[in-house]
């Protein structure tokens, strides 16, 4: 991801959370390609090619899908895991920042995004060696009934932050409705 994070490309994450409950969500059964459509990747990025899906750390509970585009890639990764959308937000950001300075995740911006699932948060930091942010860092943390997601998409950092929270809420707002 590191090396991702410092070329061009835009990588897009989504950290799914599945709960062990009677049924499997749709998007469980289908896997992390079910999570975003075409049409949503191709909208916040376009010339977006078809989601290819990689299940080769099913056996970790980790699906995968990647959409290439234009500009880089979209990357959906679906699993297990149990945190508040801002606990998670907060752990994807350790590690982007300088681990020697213990102020730098303190100095992370954390928006909340109302009308979004059961709860949403956003981070849109630029890459700023004075503040101890290593690699620009654009996510949103959507949290549904029993799962959470996070998409990340770090090059939009170094866009207006506007405009980058605008892409990161619509992609959160099309991935919501599918989490379980």
Do not use: K
């Amino acid at each position: 991801m590191r090396q991702a994070g410092r070329r061009h490309g835009i990588v897009v994450v989504v950290w799914v959370v599945a709960a062990v409950c009677g049924g499997r969500p749709a998007a469980a059964q289908d896997g992390a390609c079910a999570l975003l459509t075409l049409a949503d990747v191709r909208r916040a990025f376009p010339g977006a090619a078809a989601g290819q899906p990689d299940r080769s750390l099913a056996r970790q509970g980790i699906d995968r899908c990647t959409w290439t585009h234009p500009n880089g890639r979209v990357l959906v990764i679906s699993g297990a895991a149990g945190e508040s959308p801002r606990d998670e937000a907060l752990s994807w950001m350790e590690g982007l920042v300088d681990p020697m300075r213990a102020d730098a995740v303190r100095q992370i911006r954390i928006e909340s995004i109302a009308g979004i699932g059961g709860g949403a948060v956003a981070i849109v930091e630029p890459r700023d060696a004075a503040r101890g942010i290593l690699q620009d860092a654009a996510l949103i943390v959507v949290r549904g009934h029993t799962a959470h997601a996070t998409v990340m998409a770090g090059p939009l950092a170094r866009q207006d932050r506007a405009e980058a929270l605008r892409v990161l809420t619509a992609l959160g707002t099309a991935l919501a409705p599918r989490l379980p």
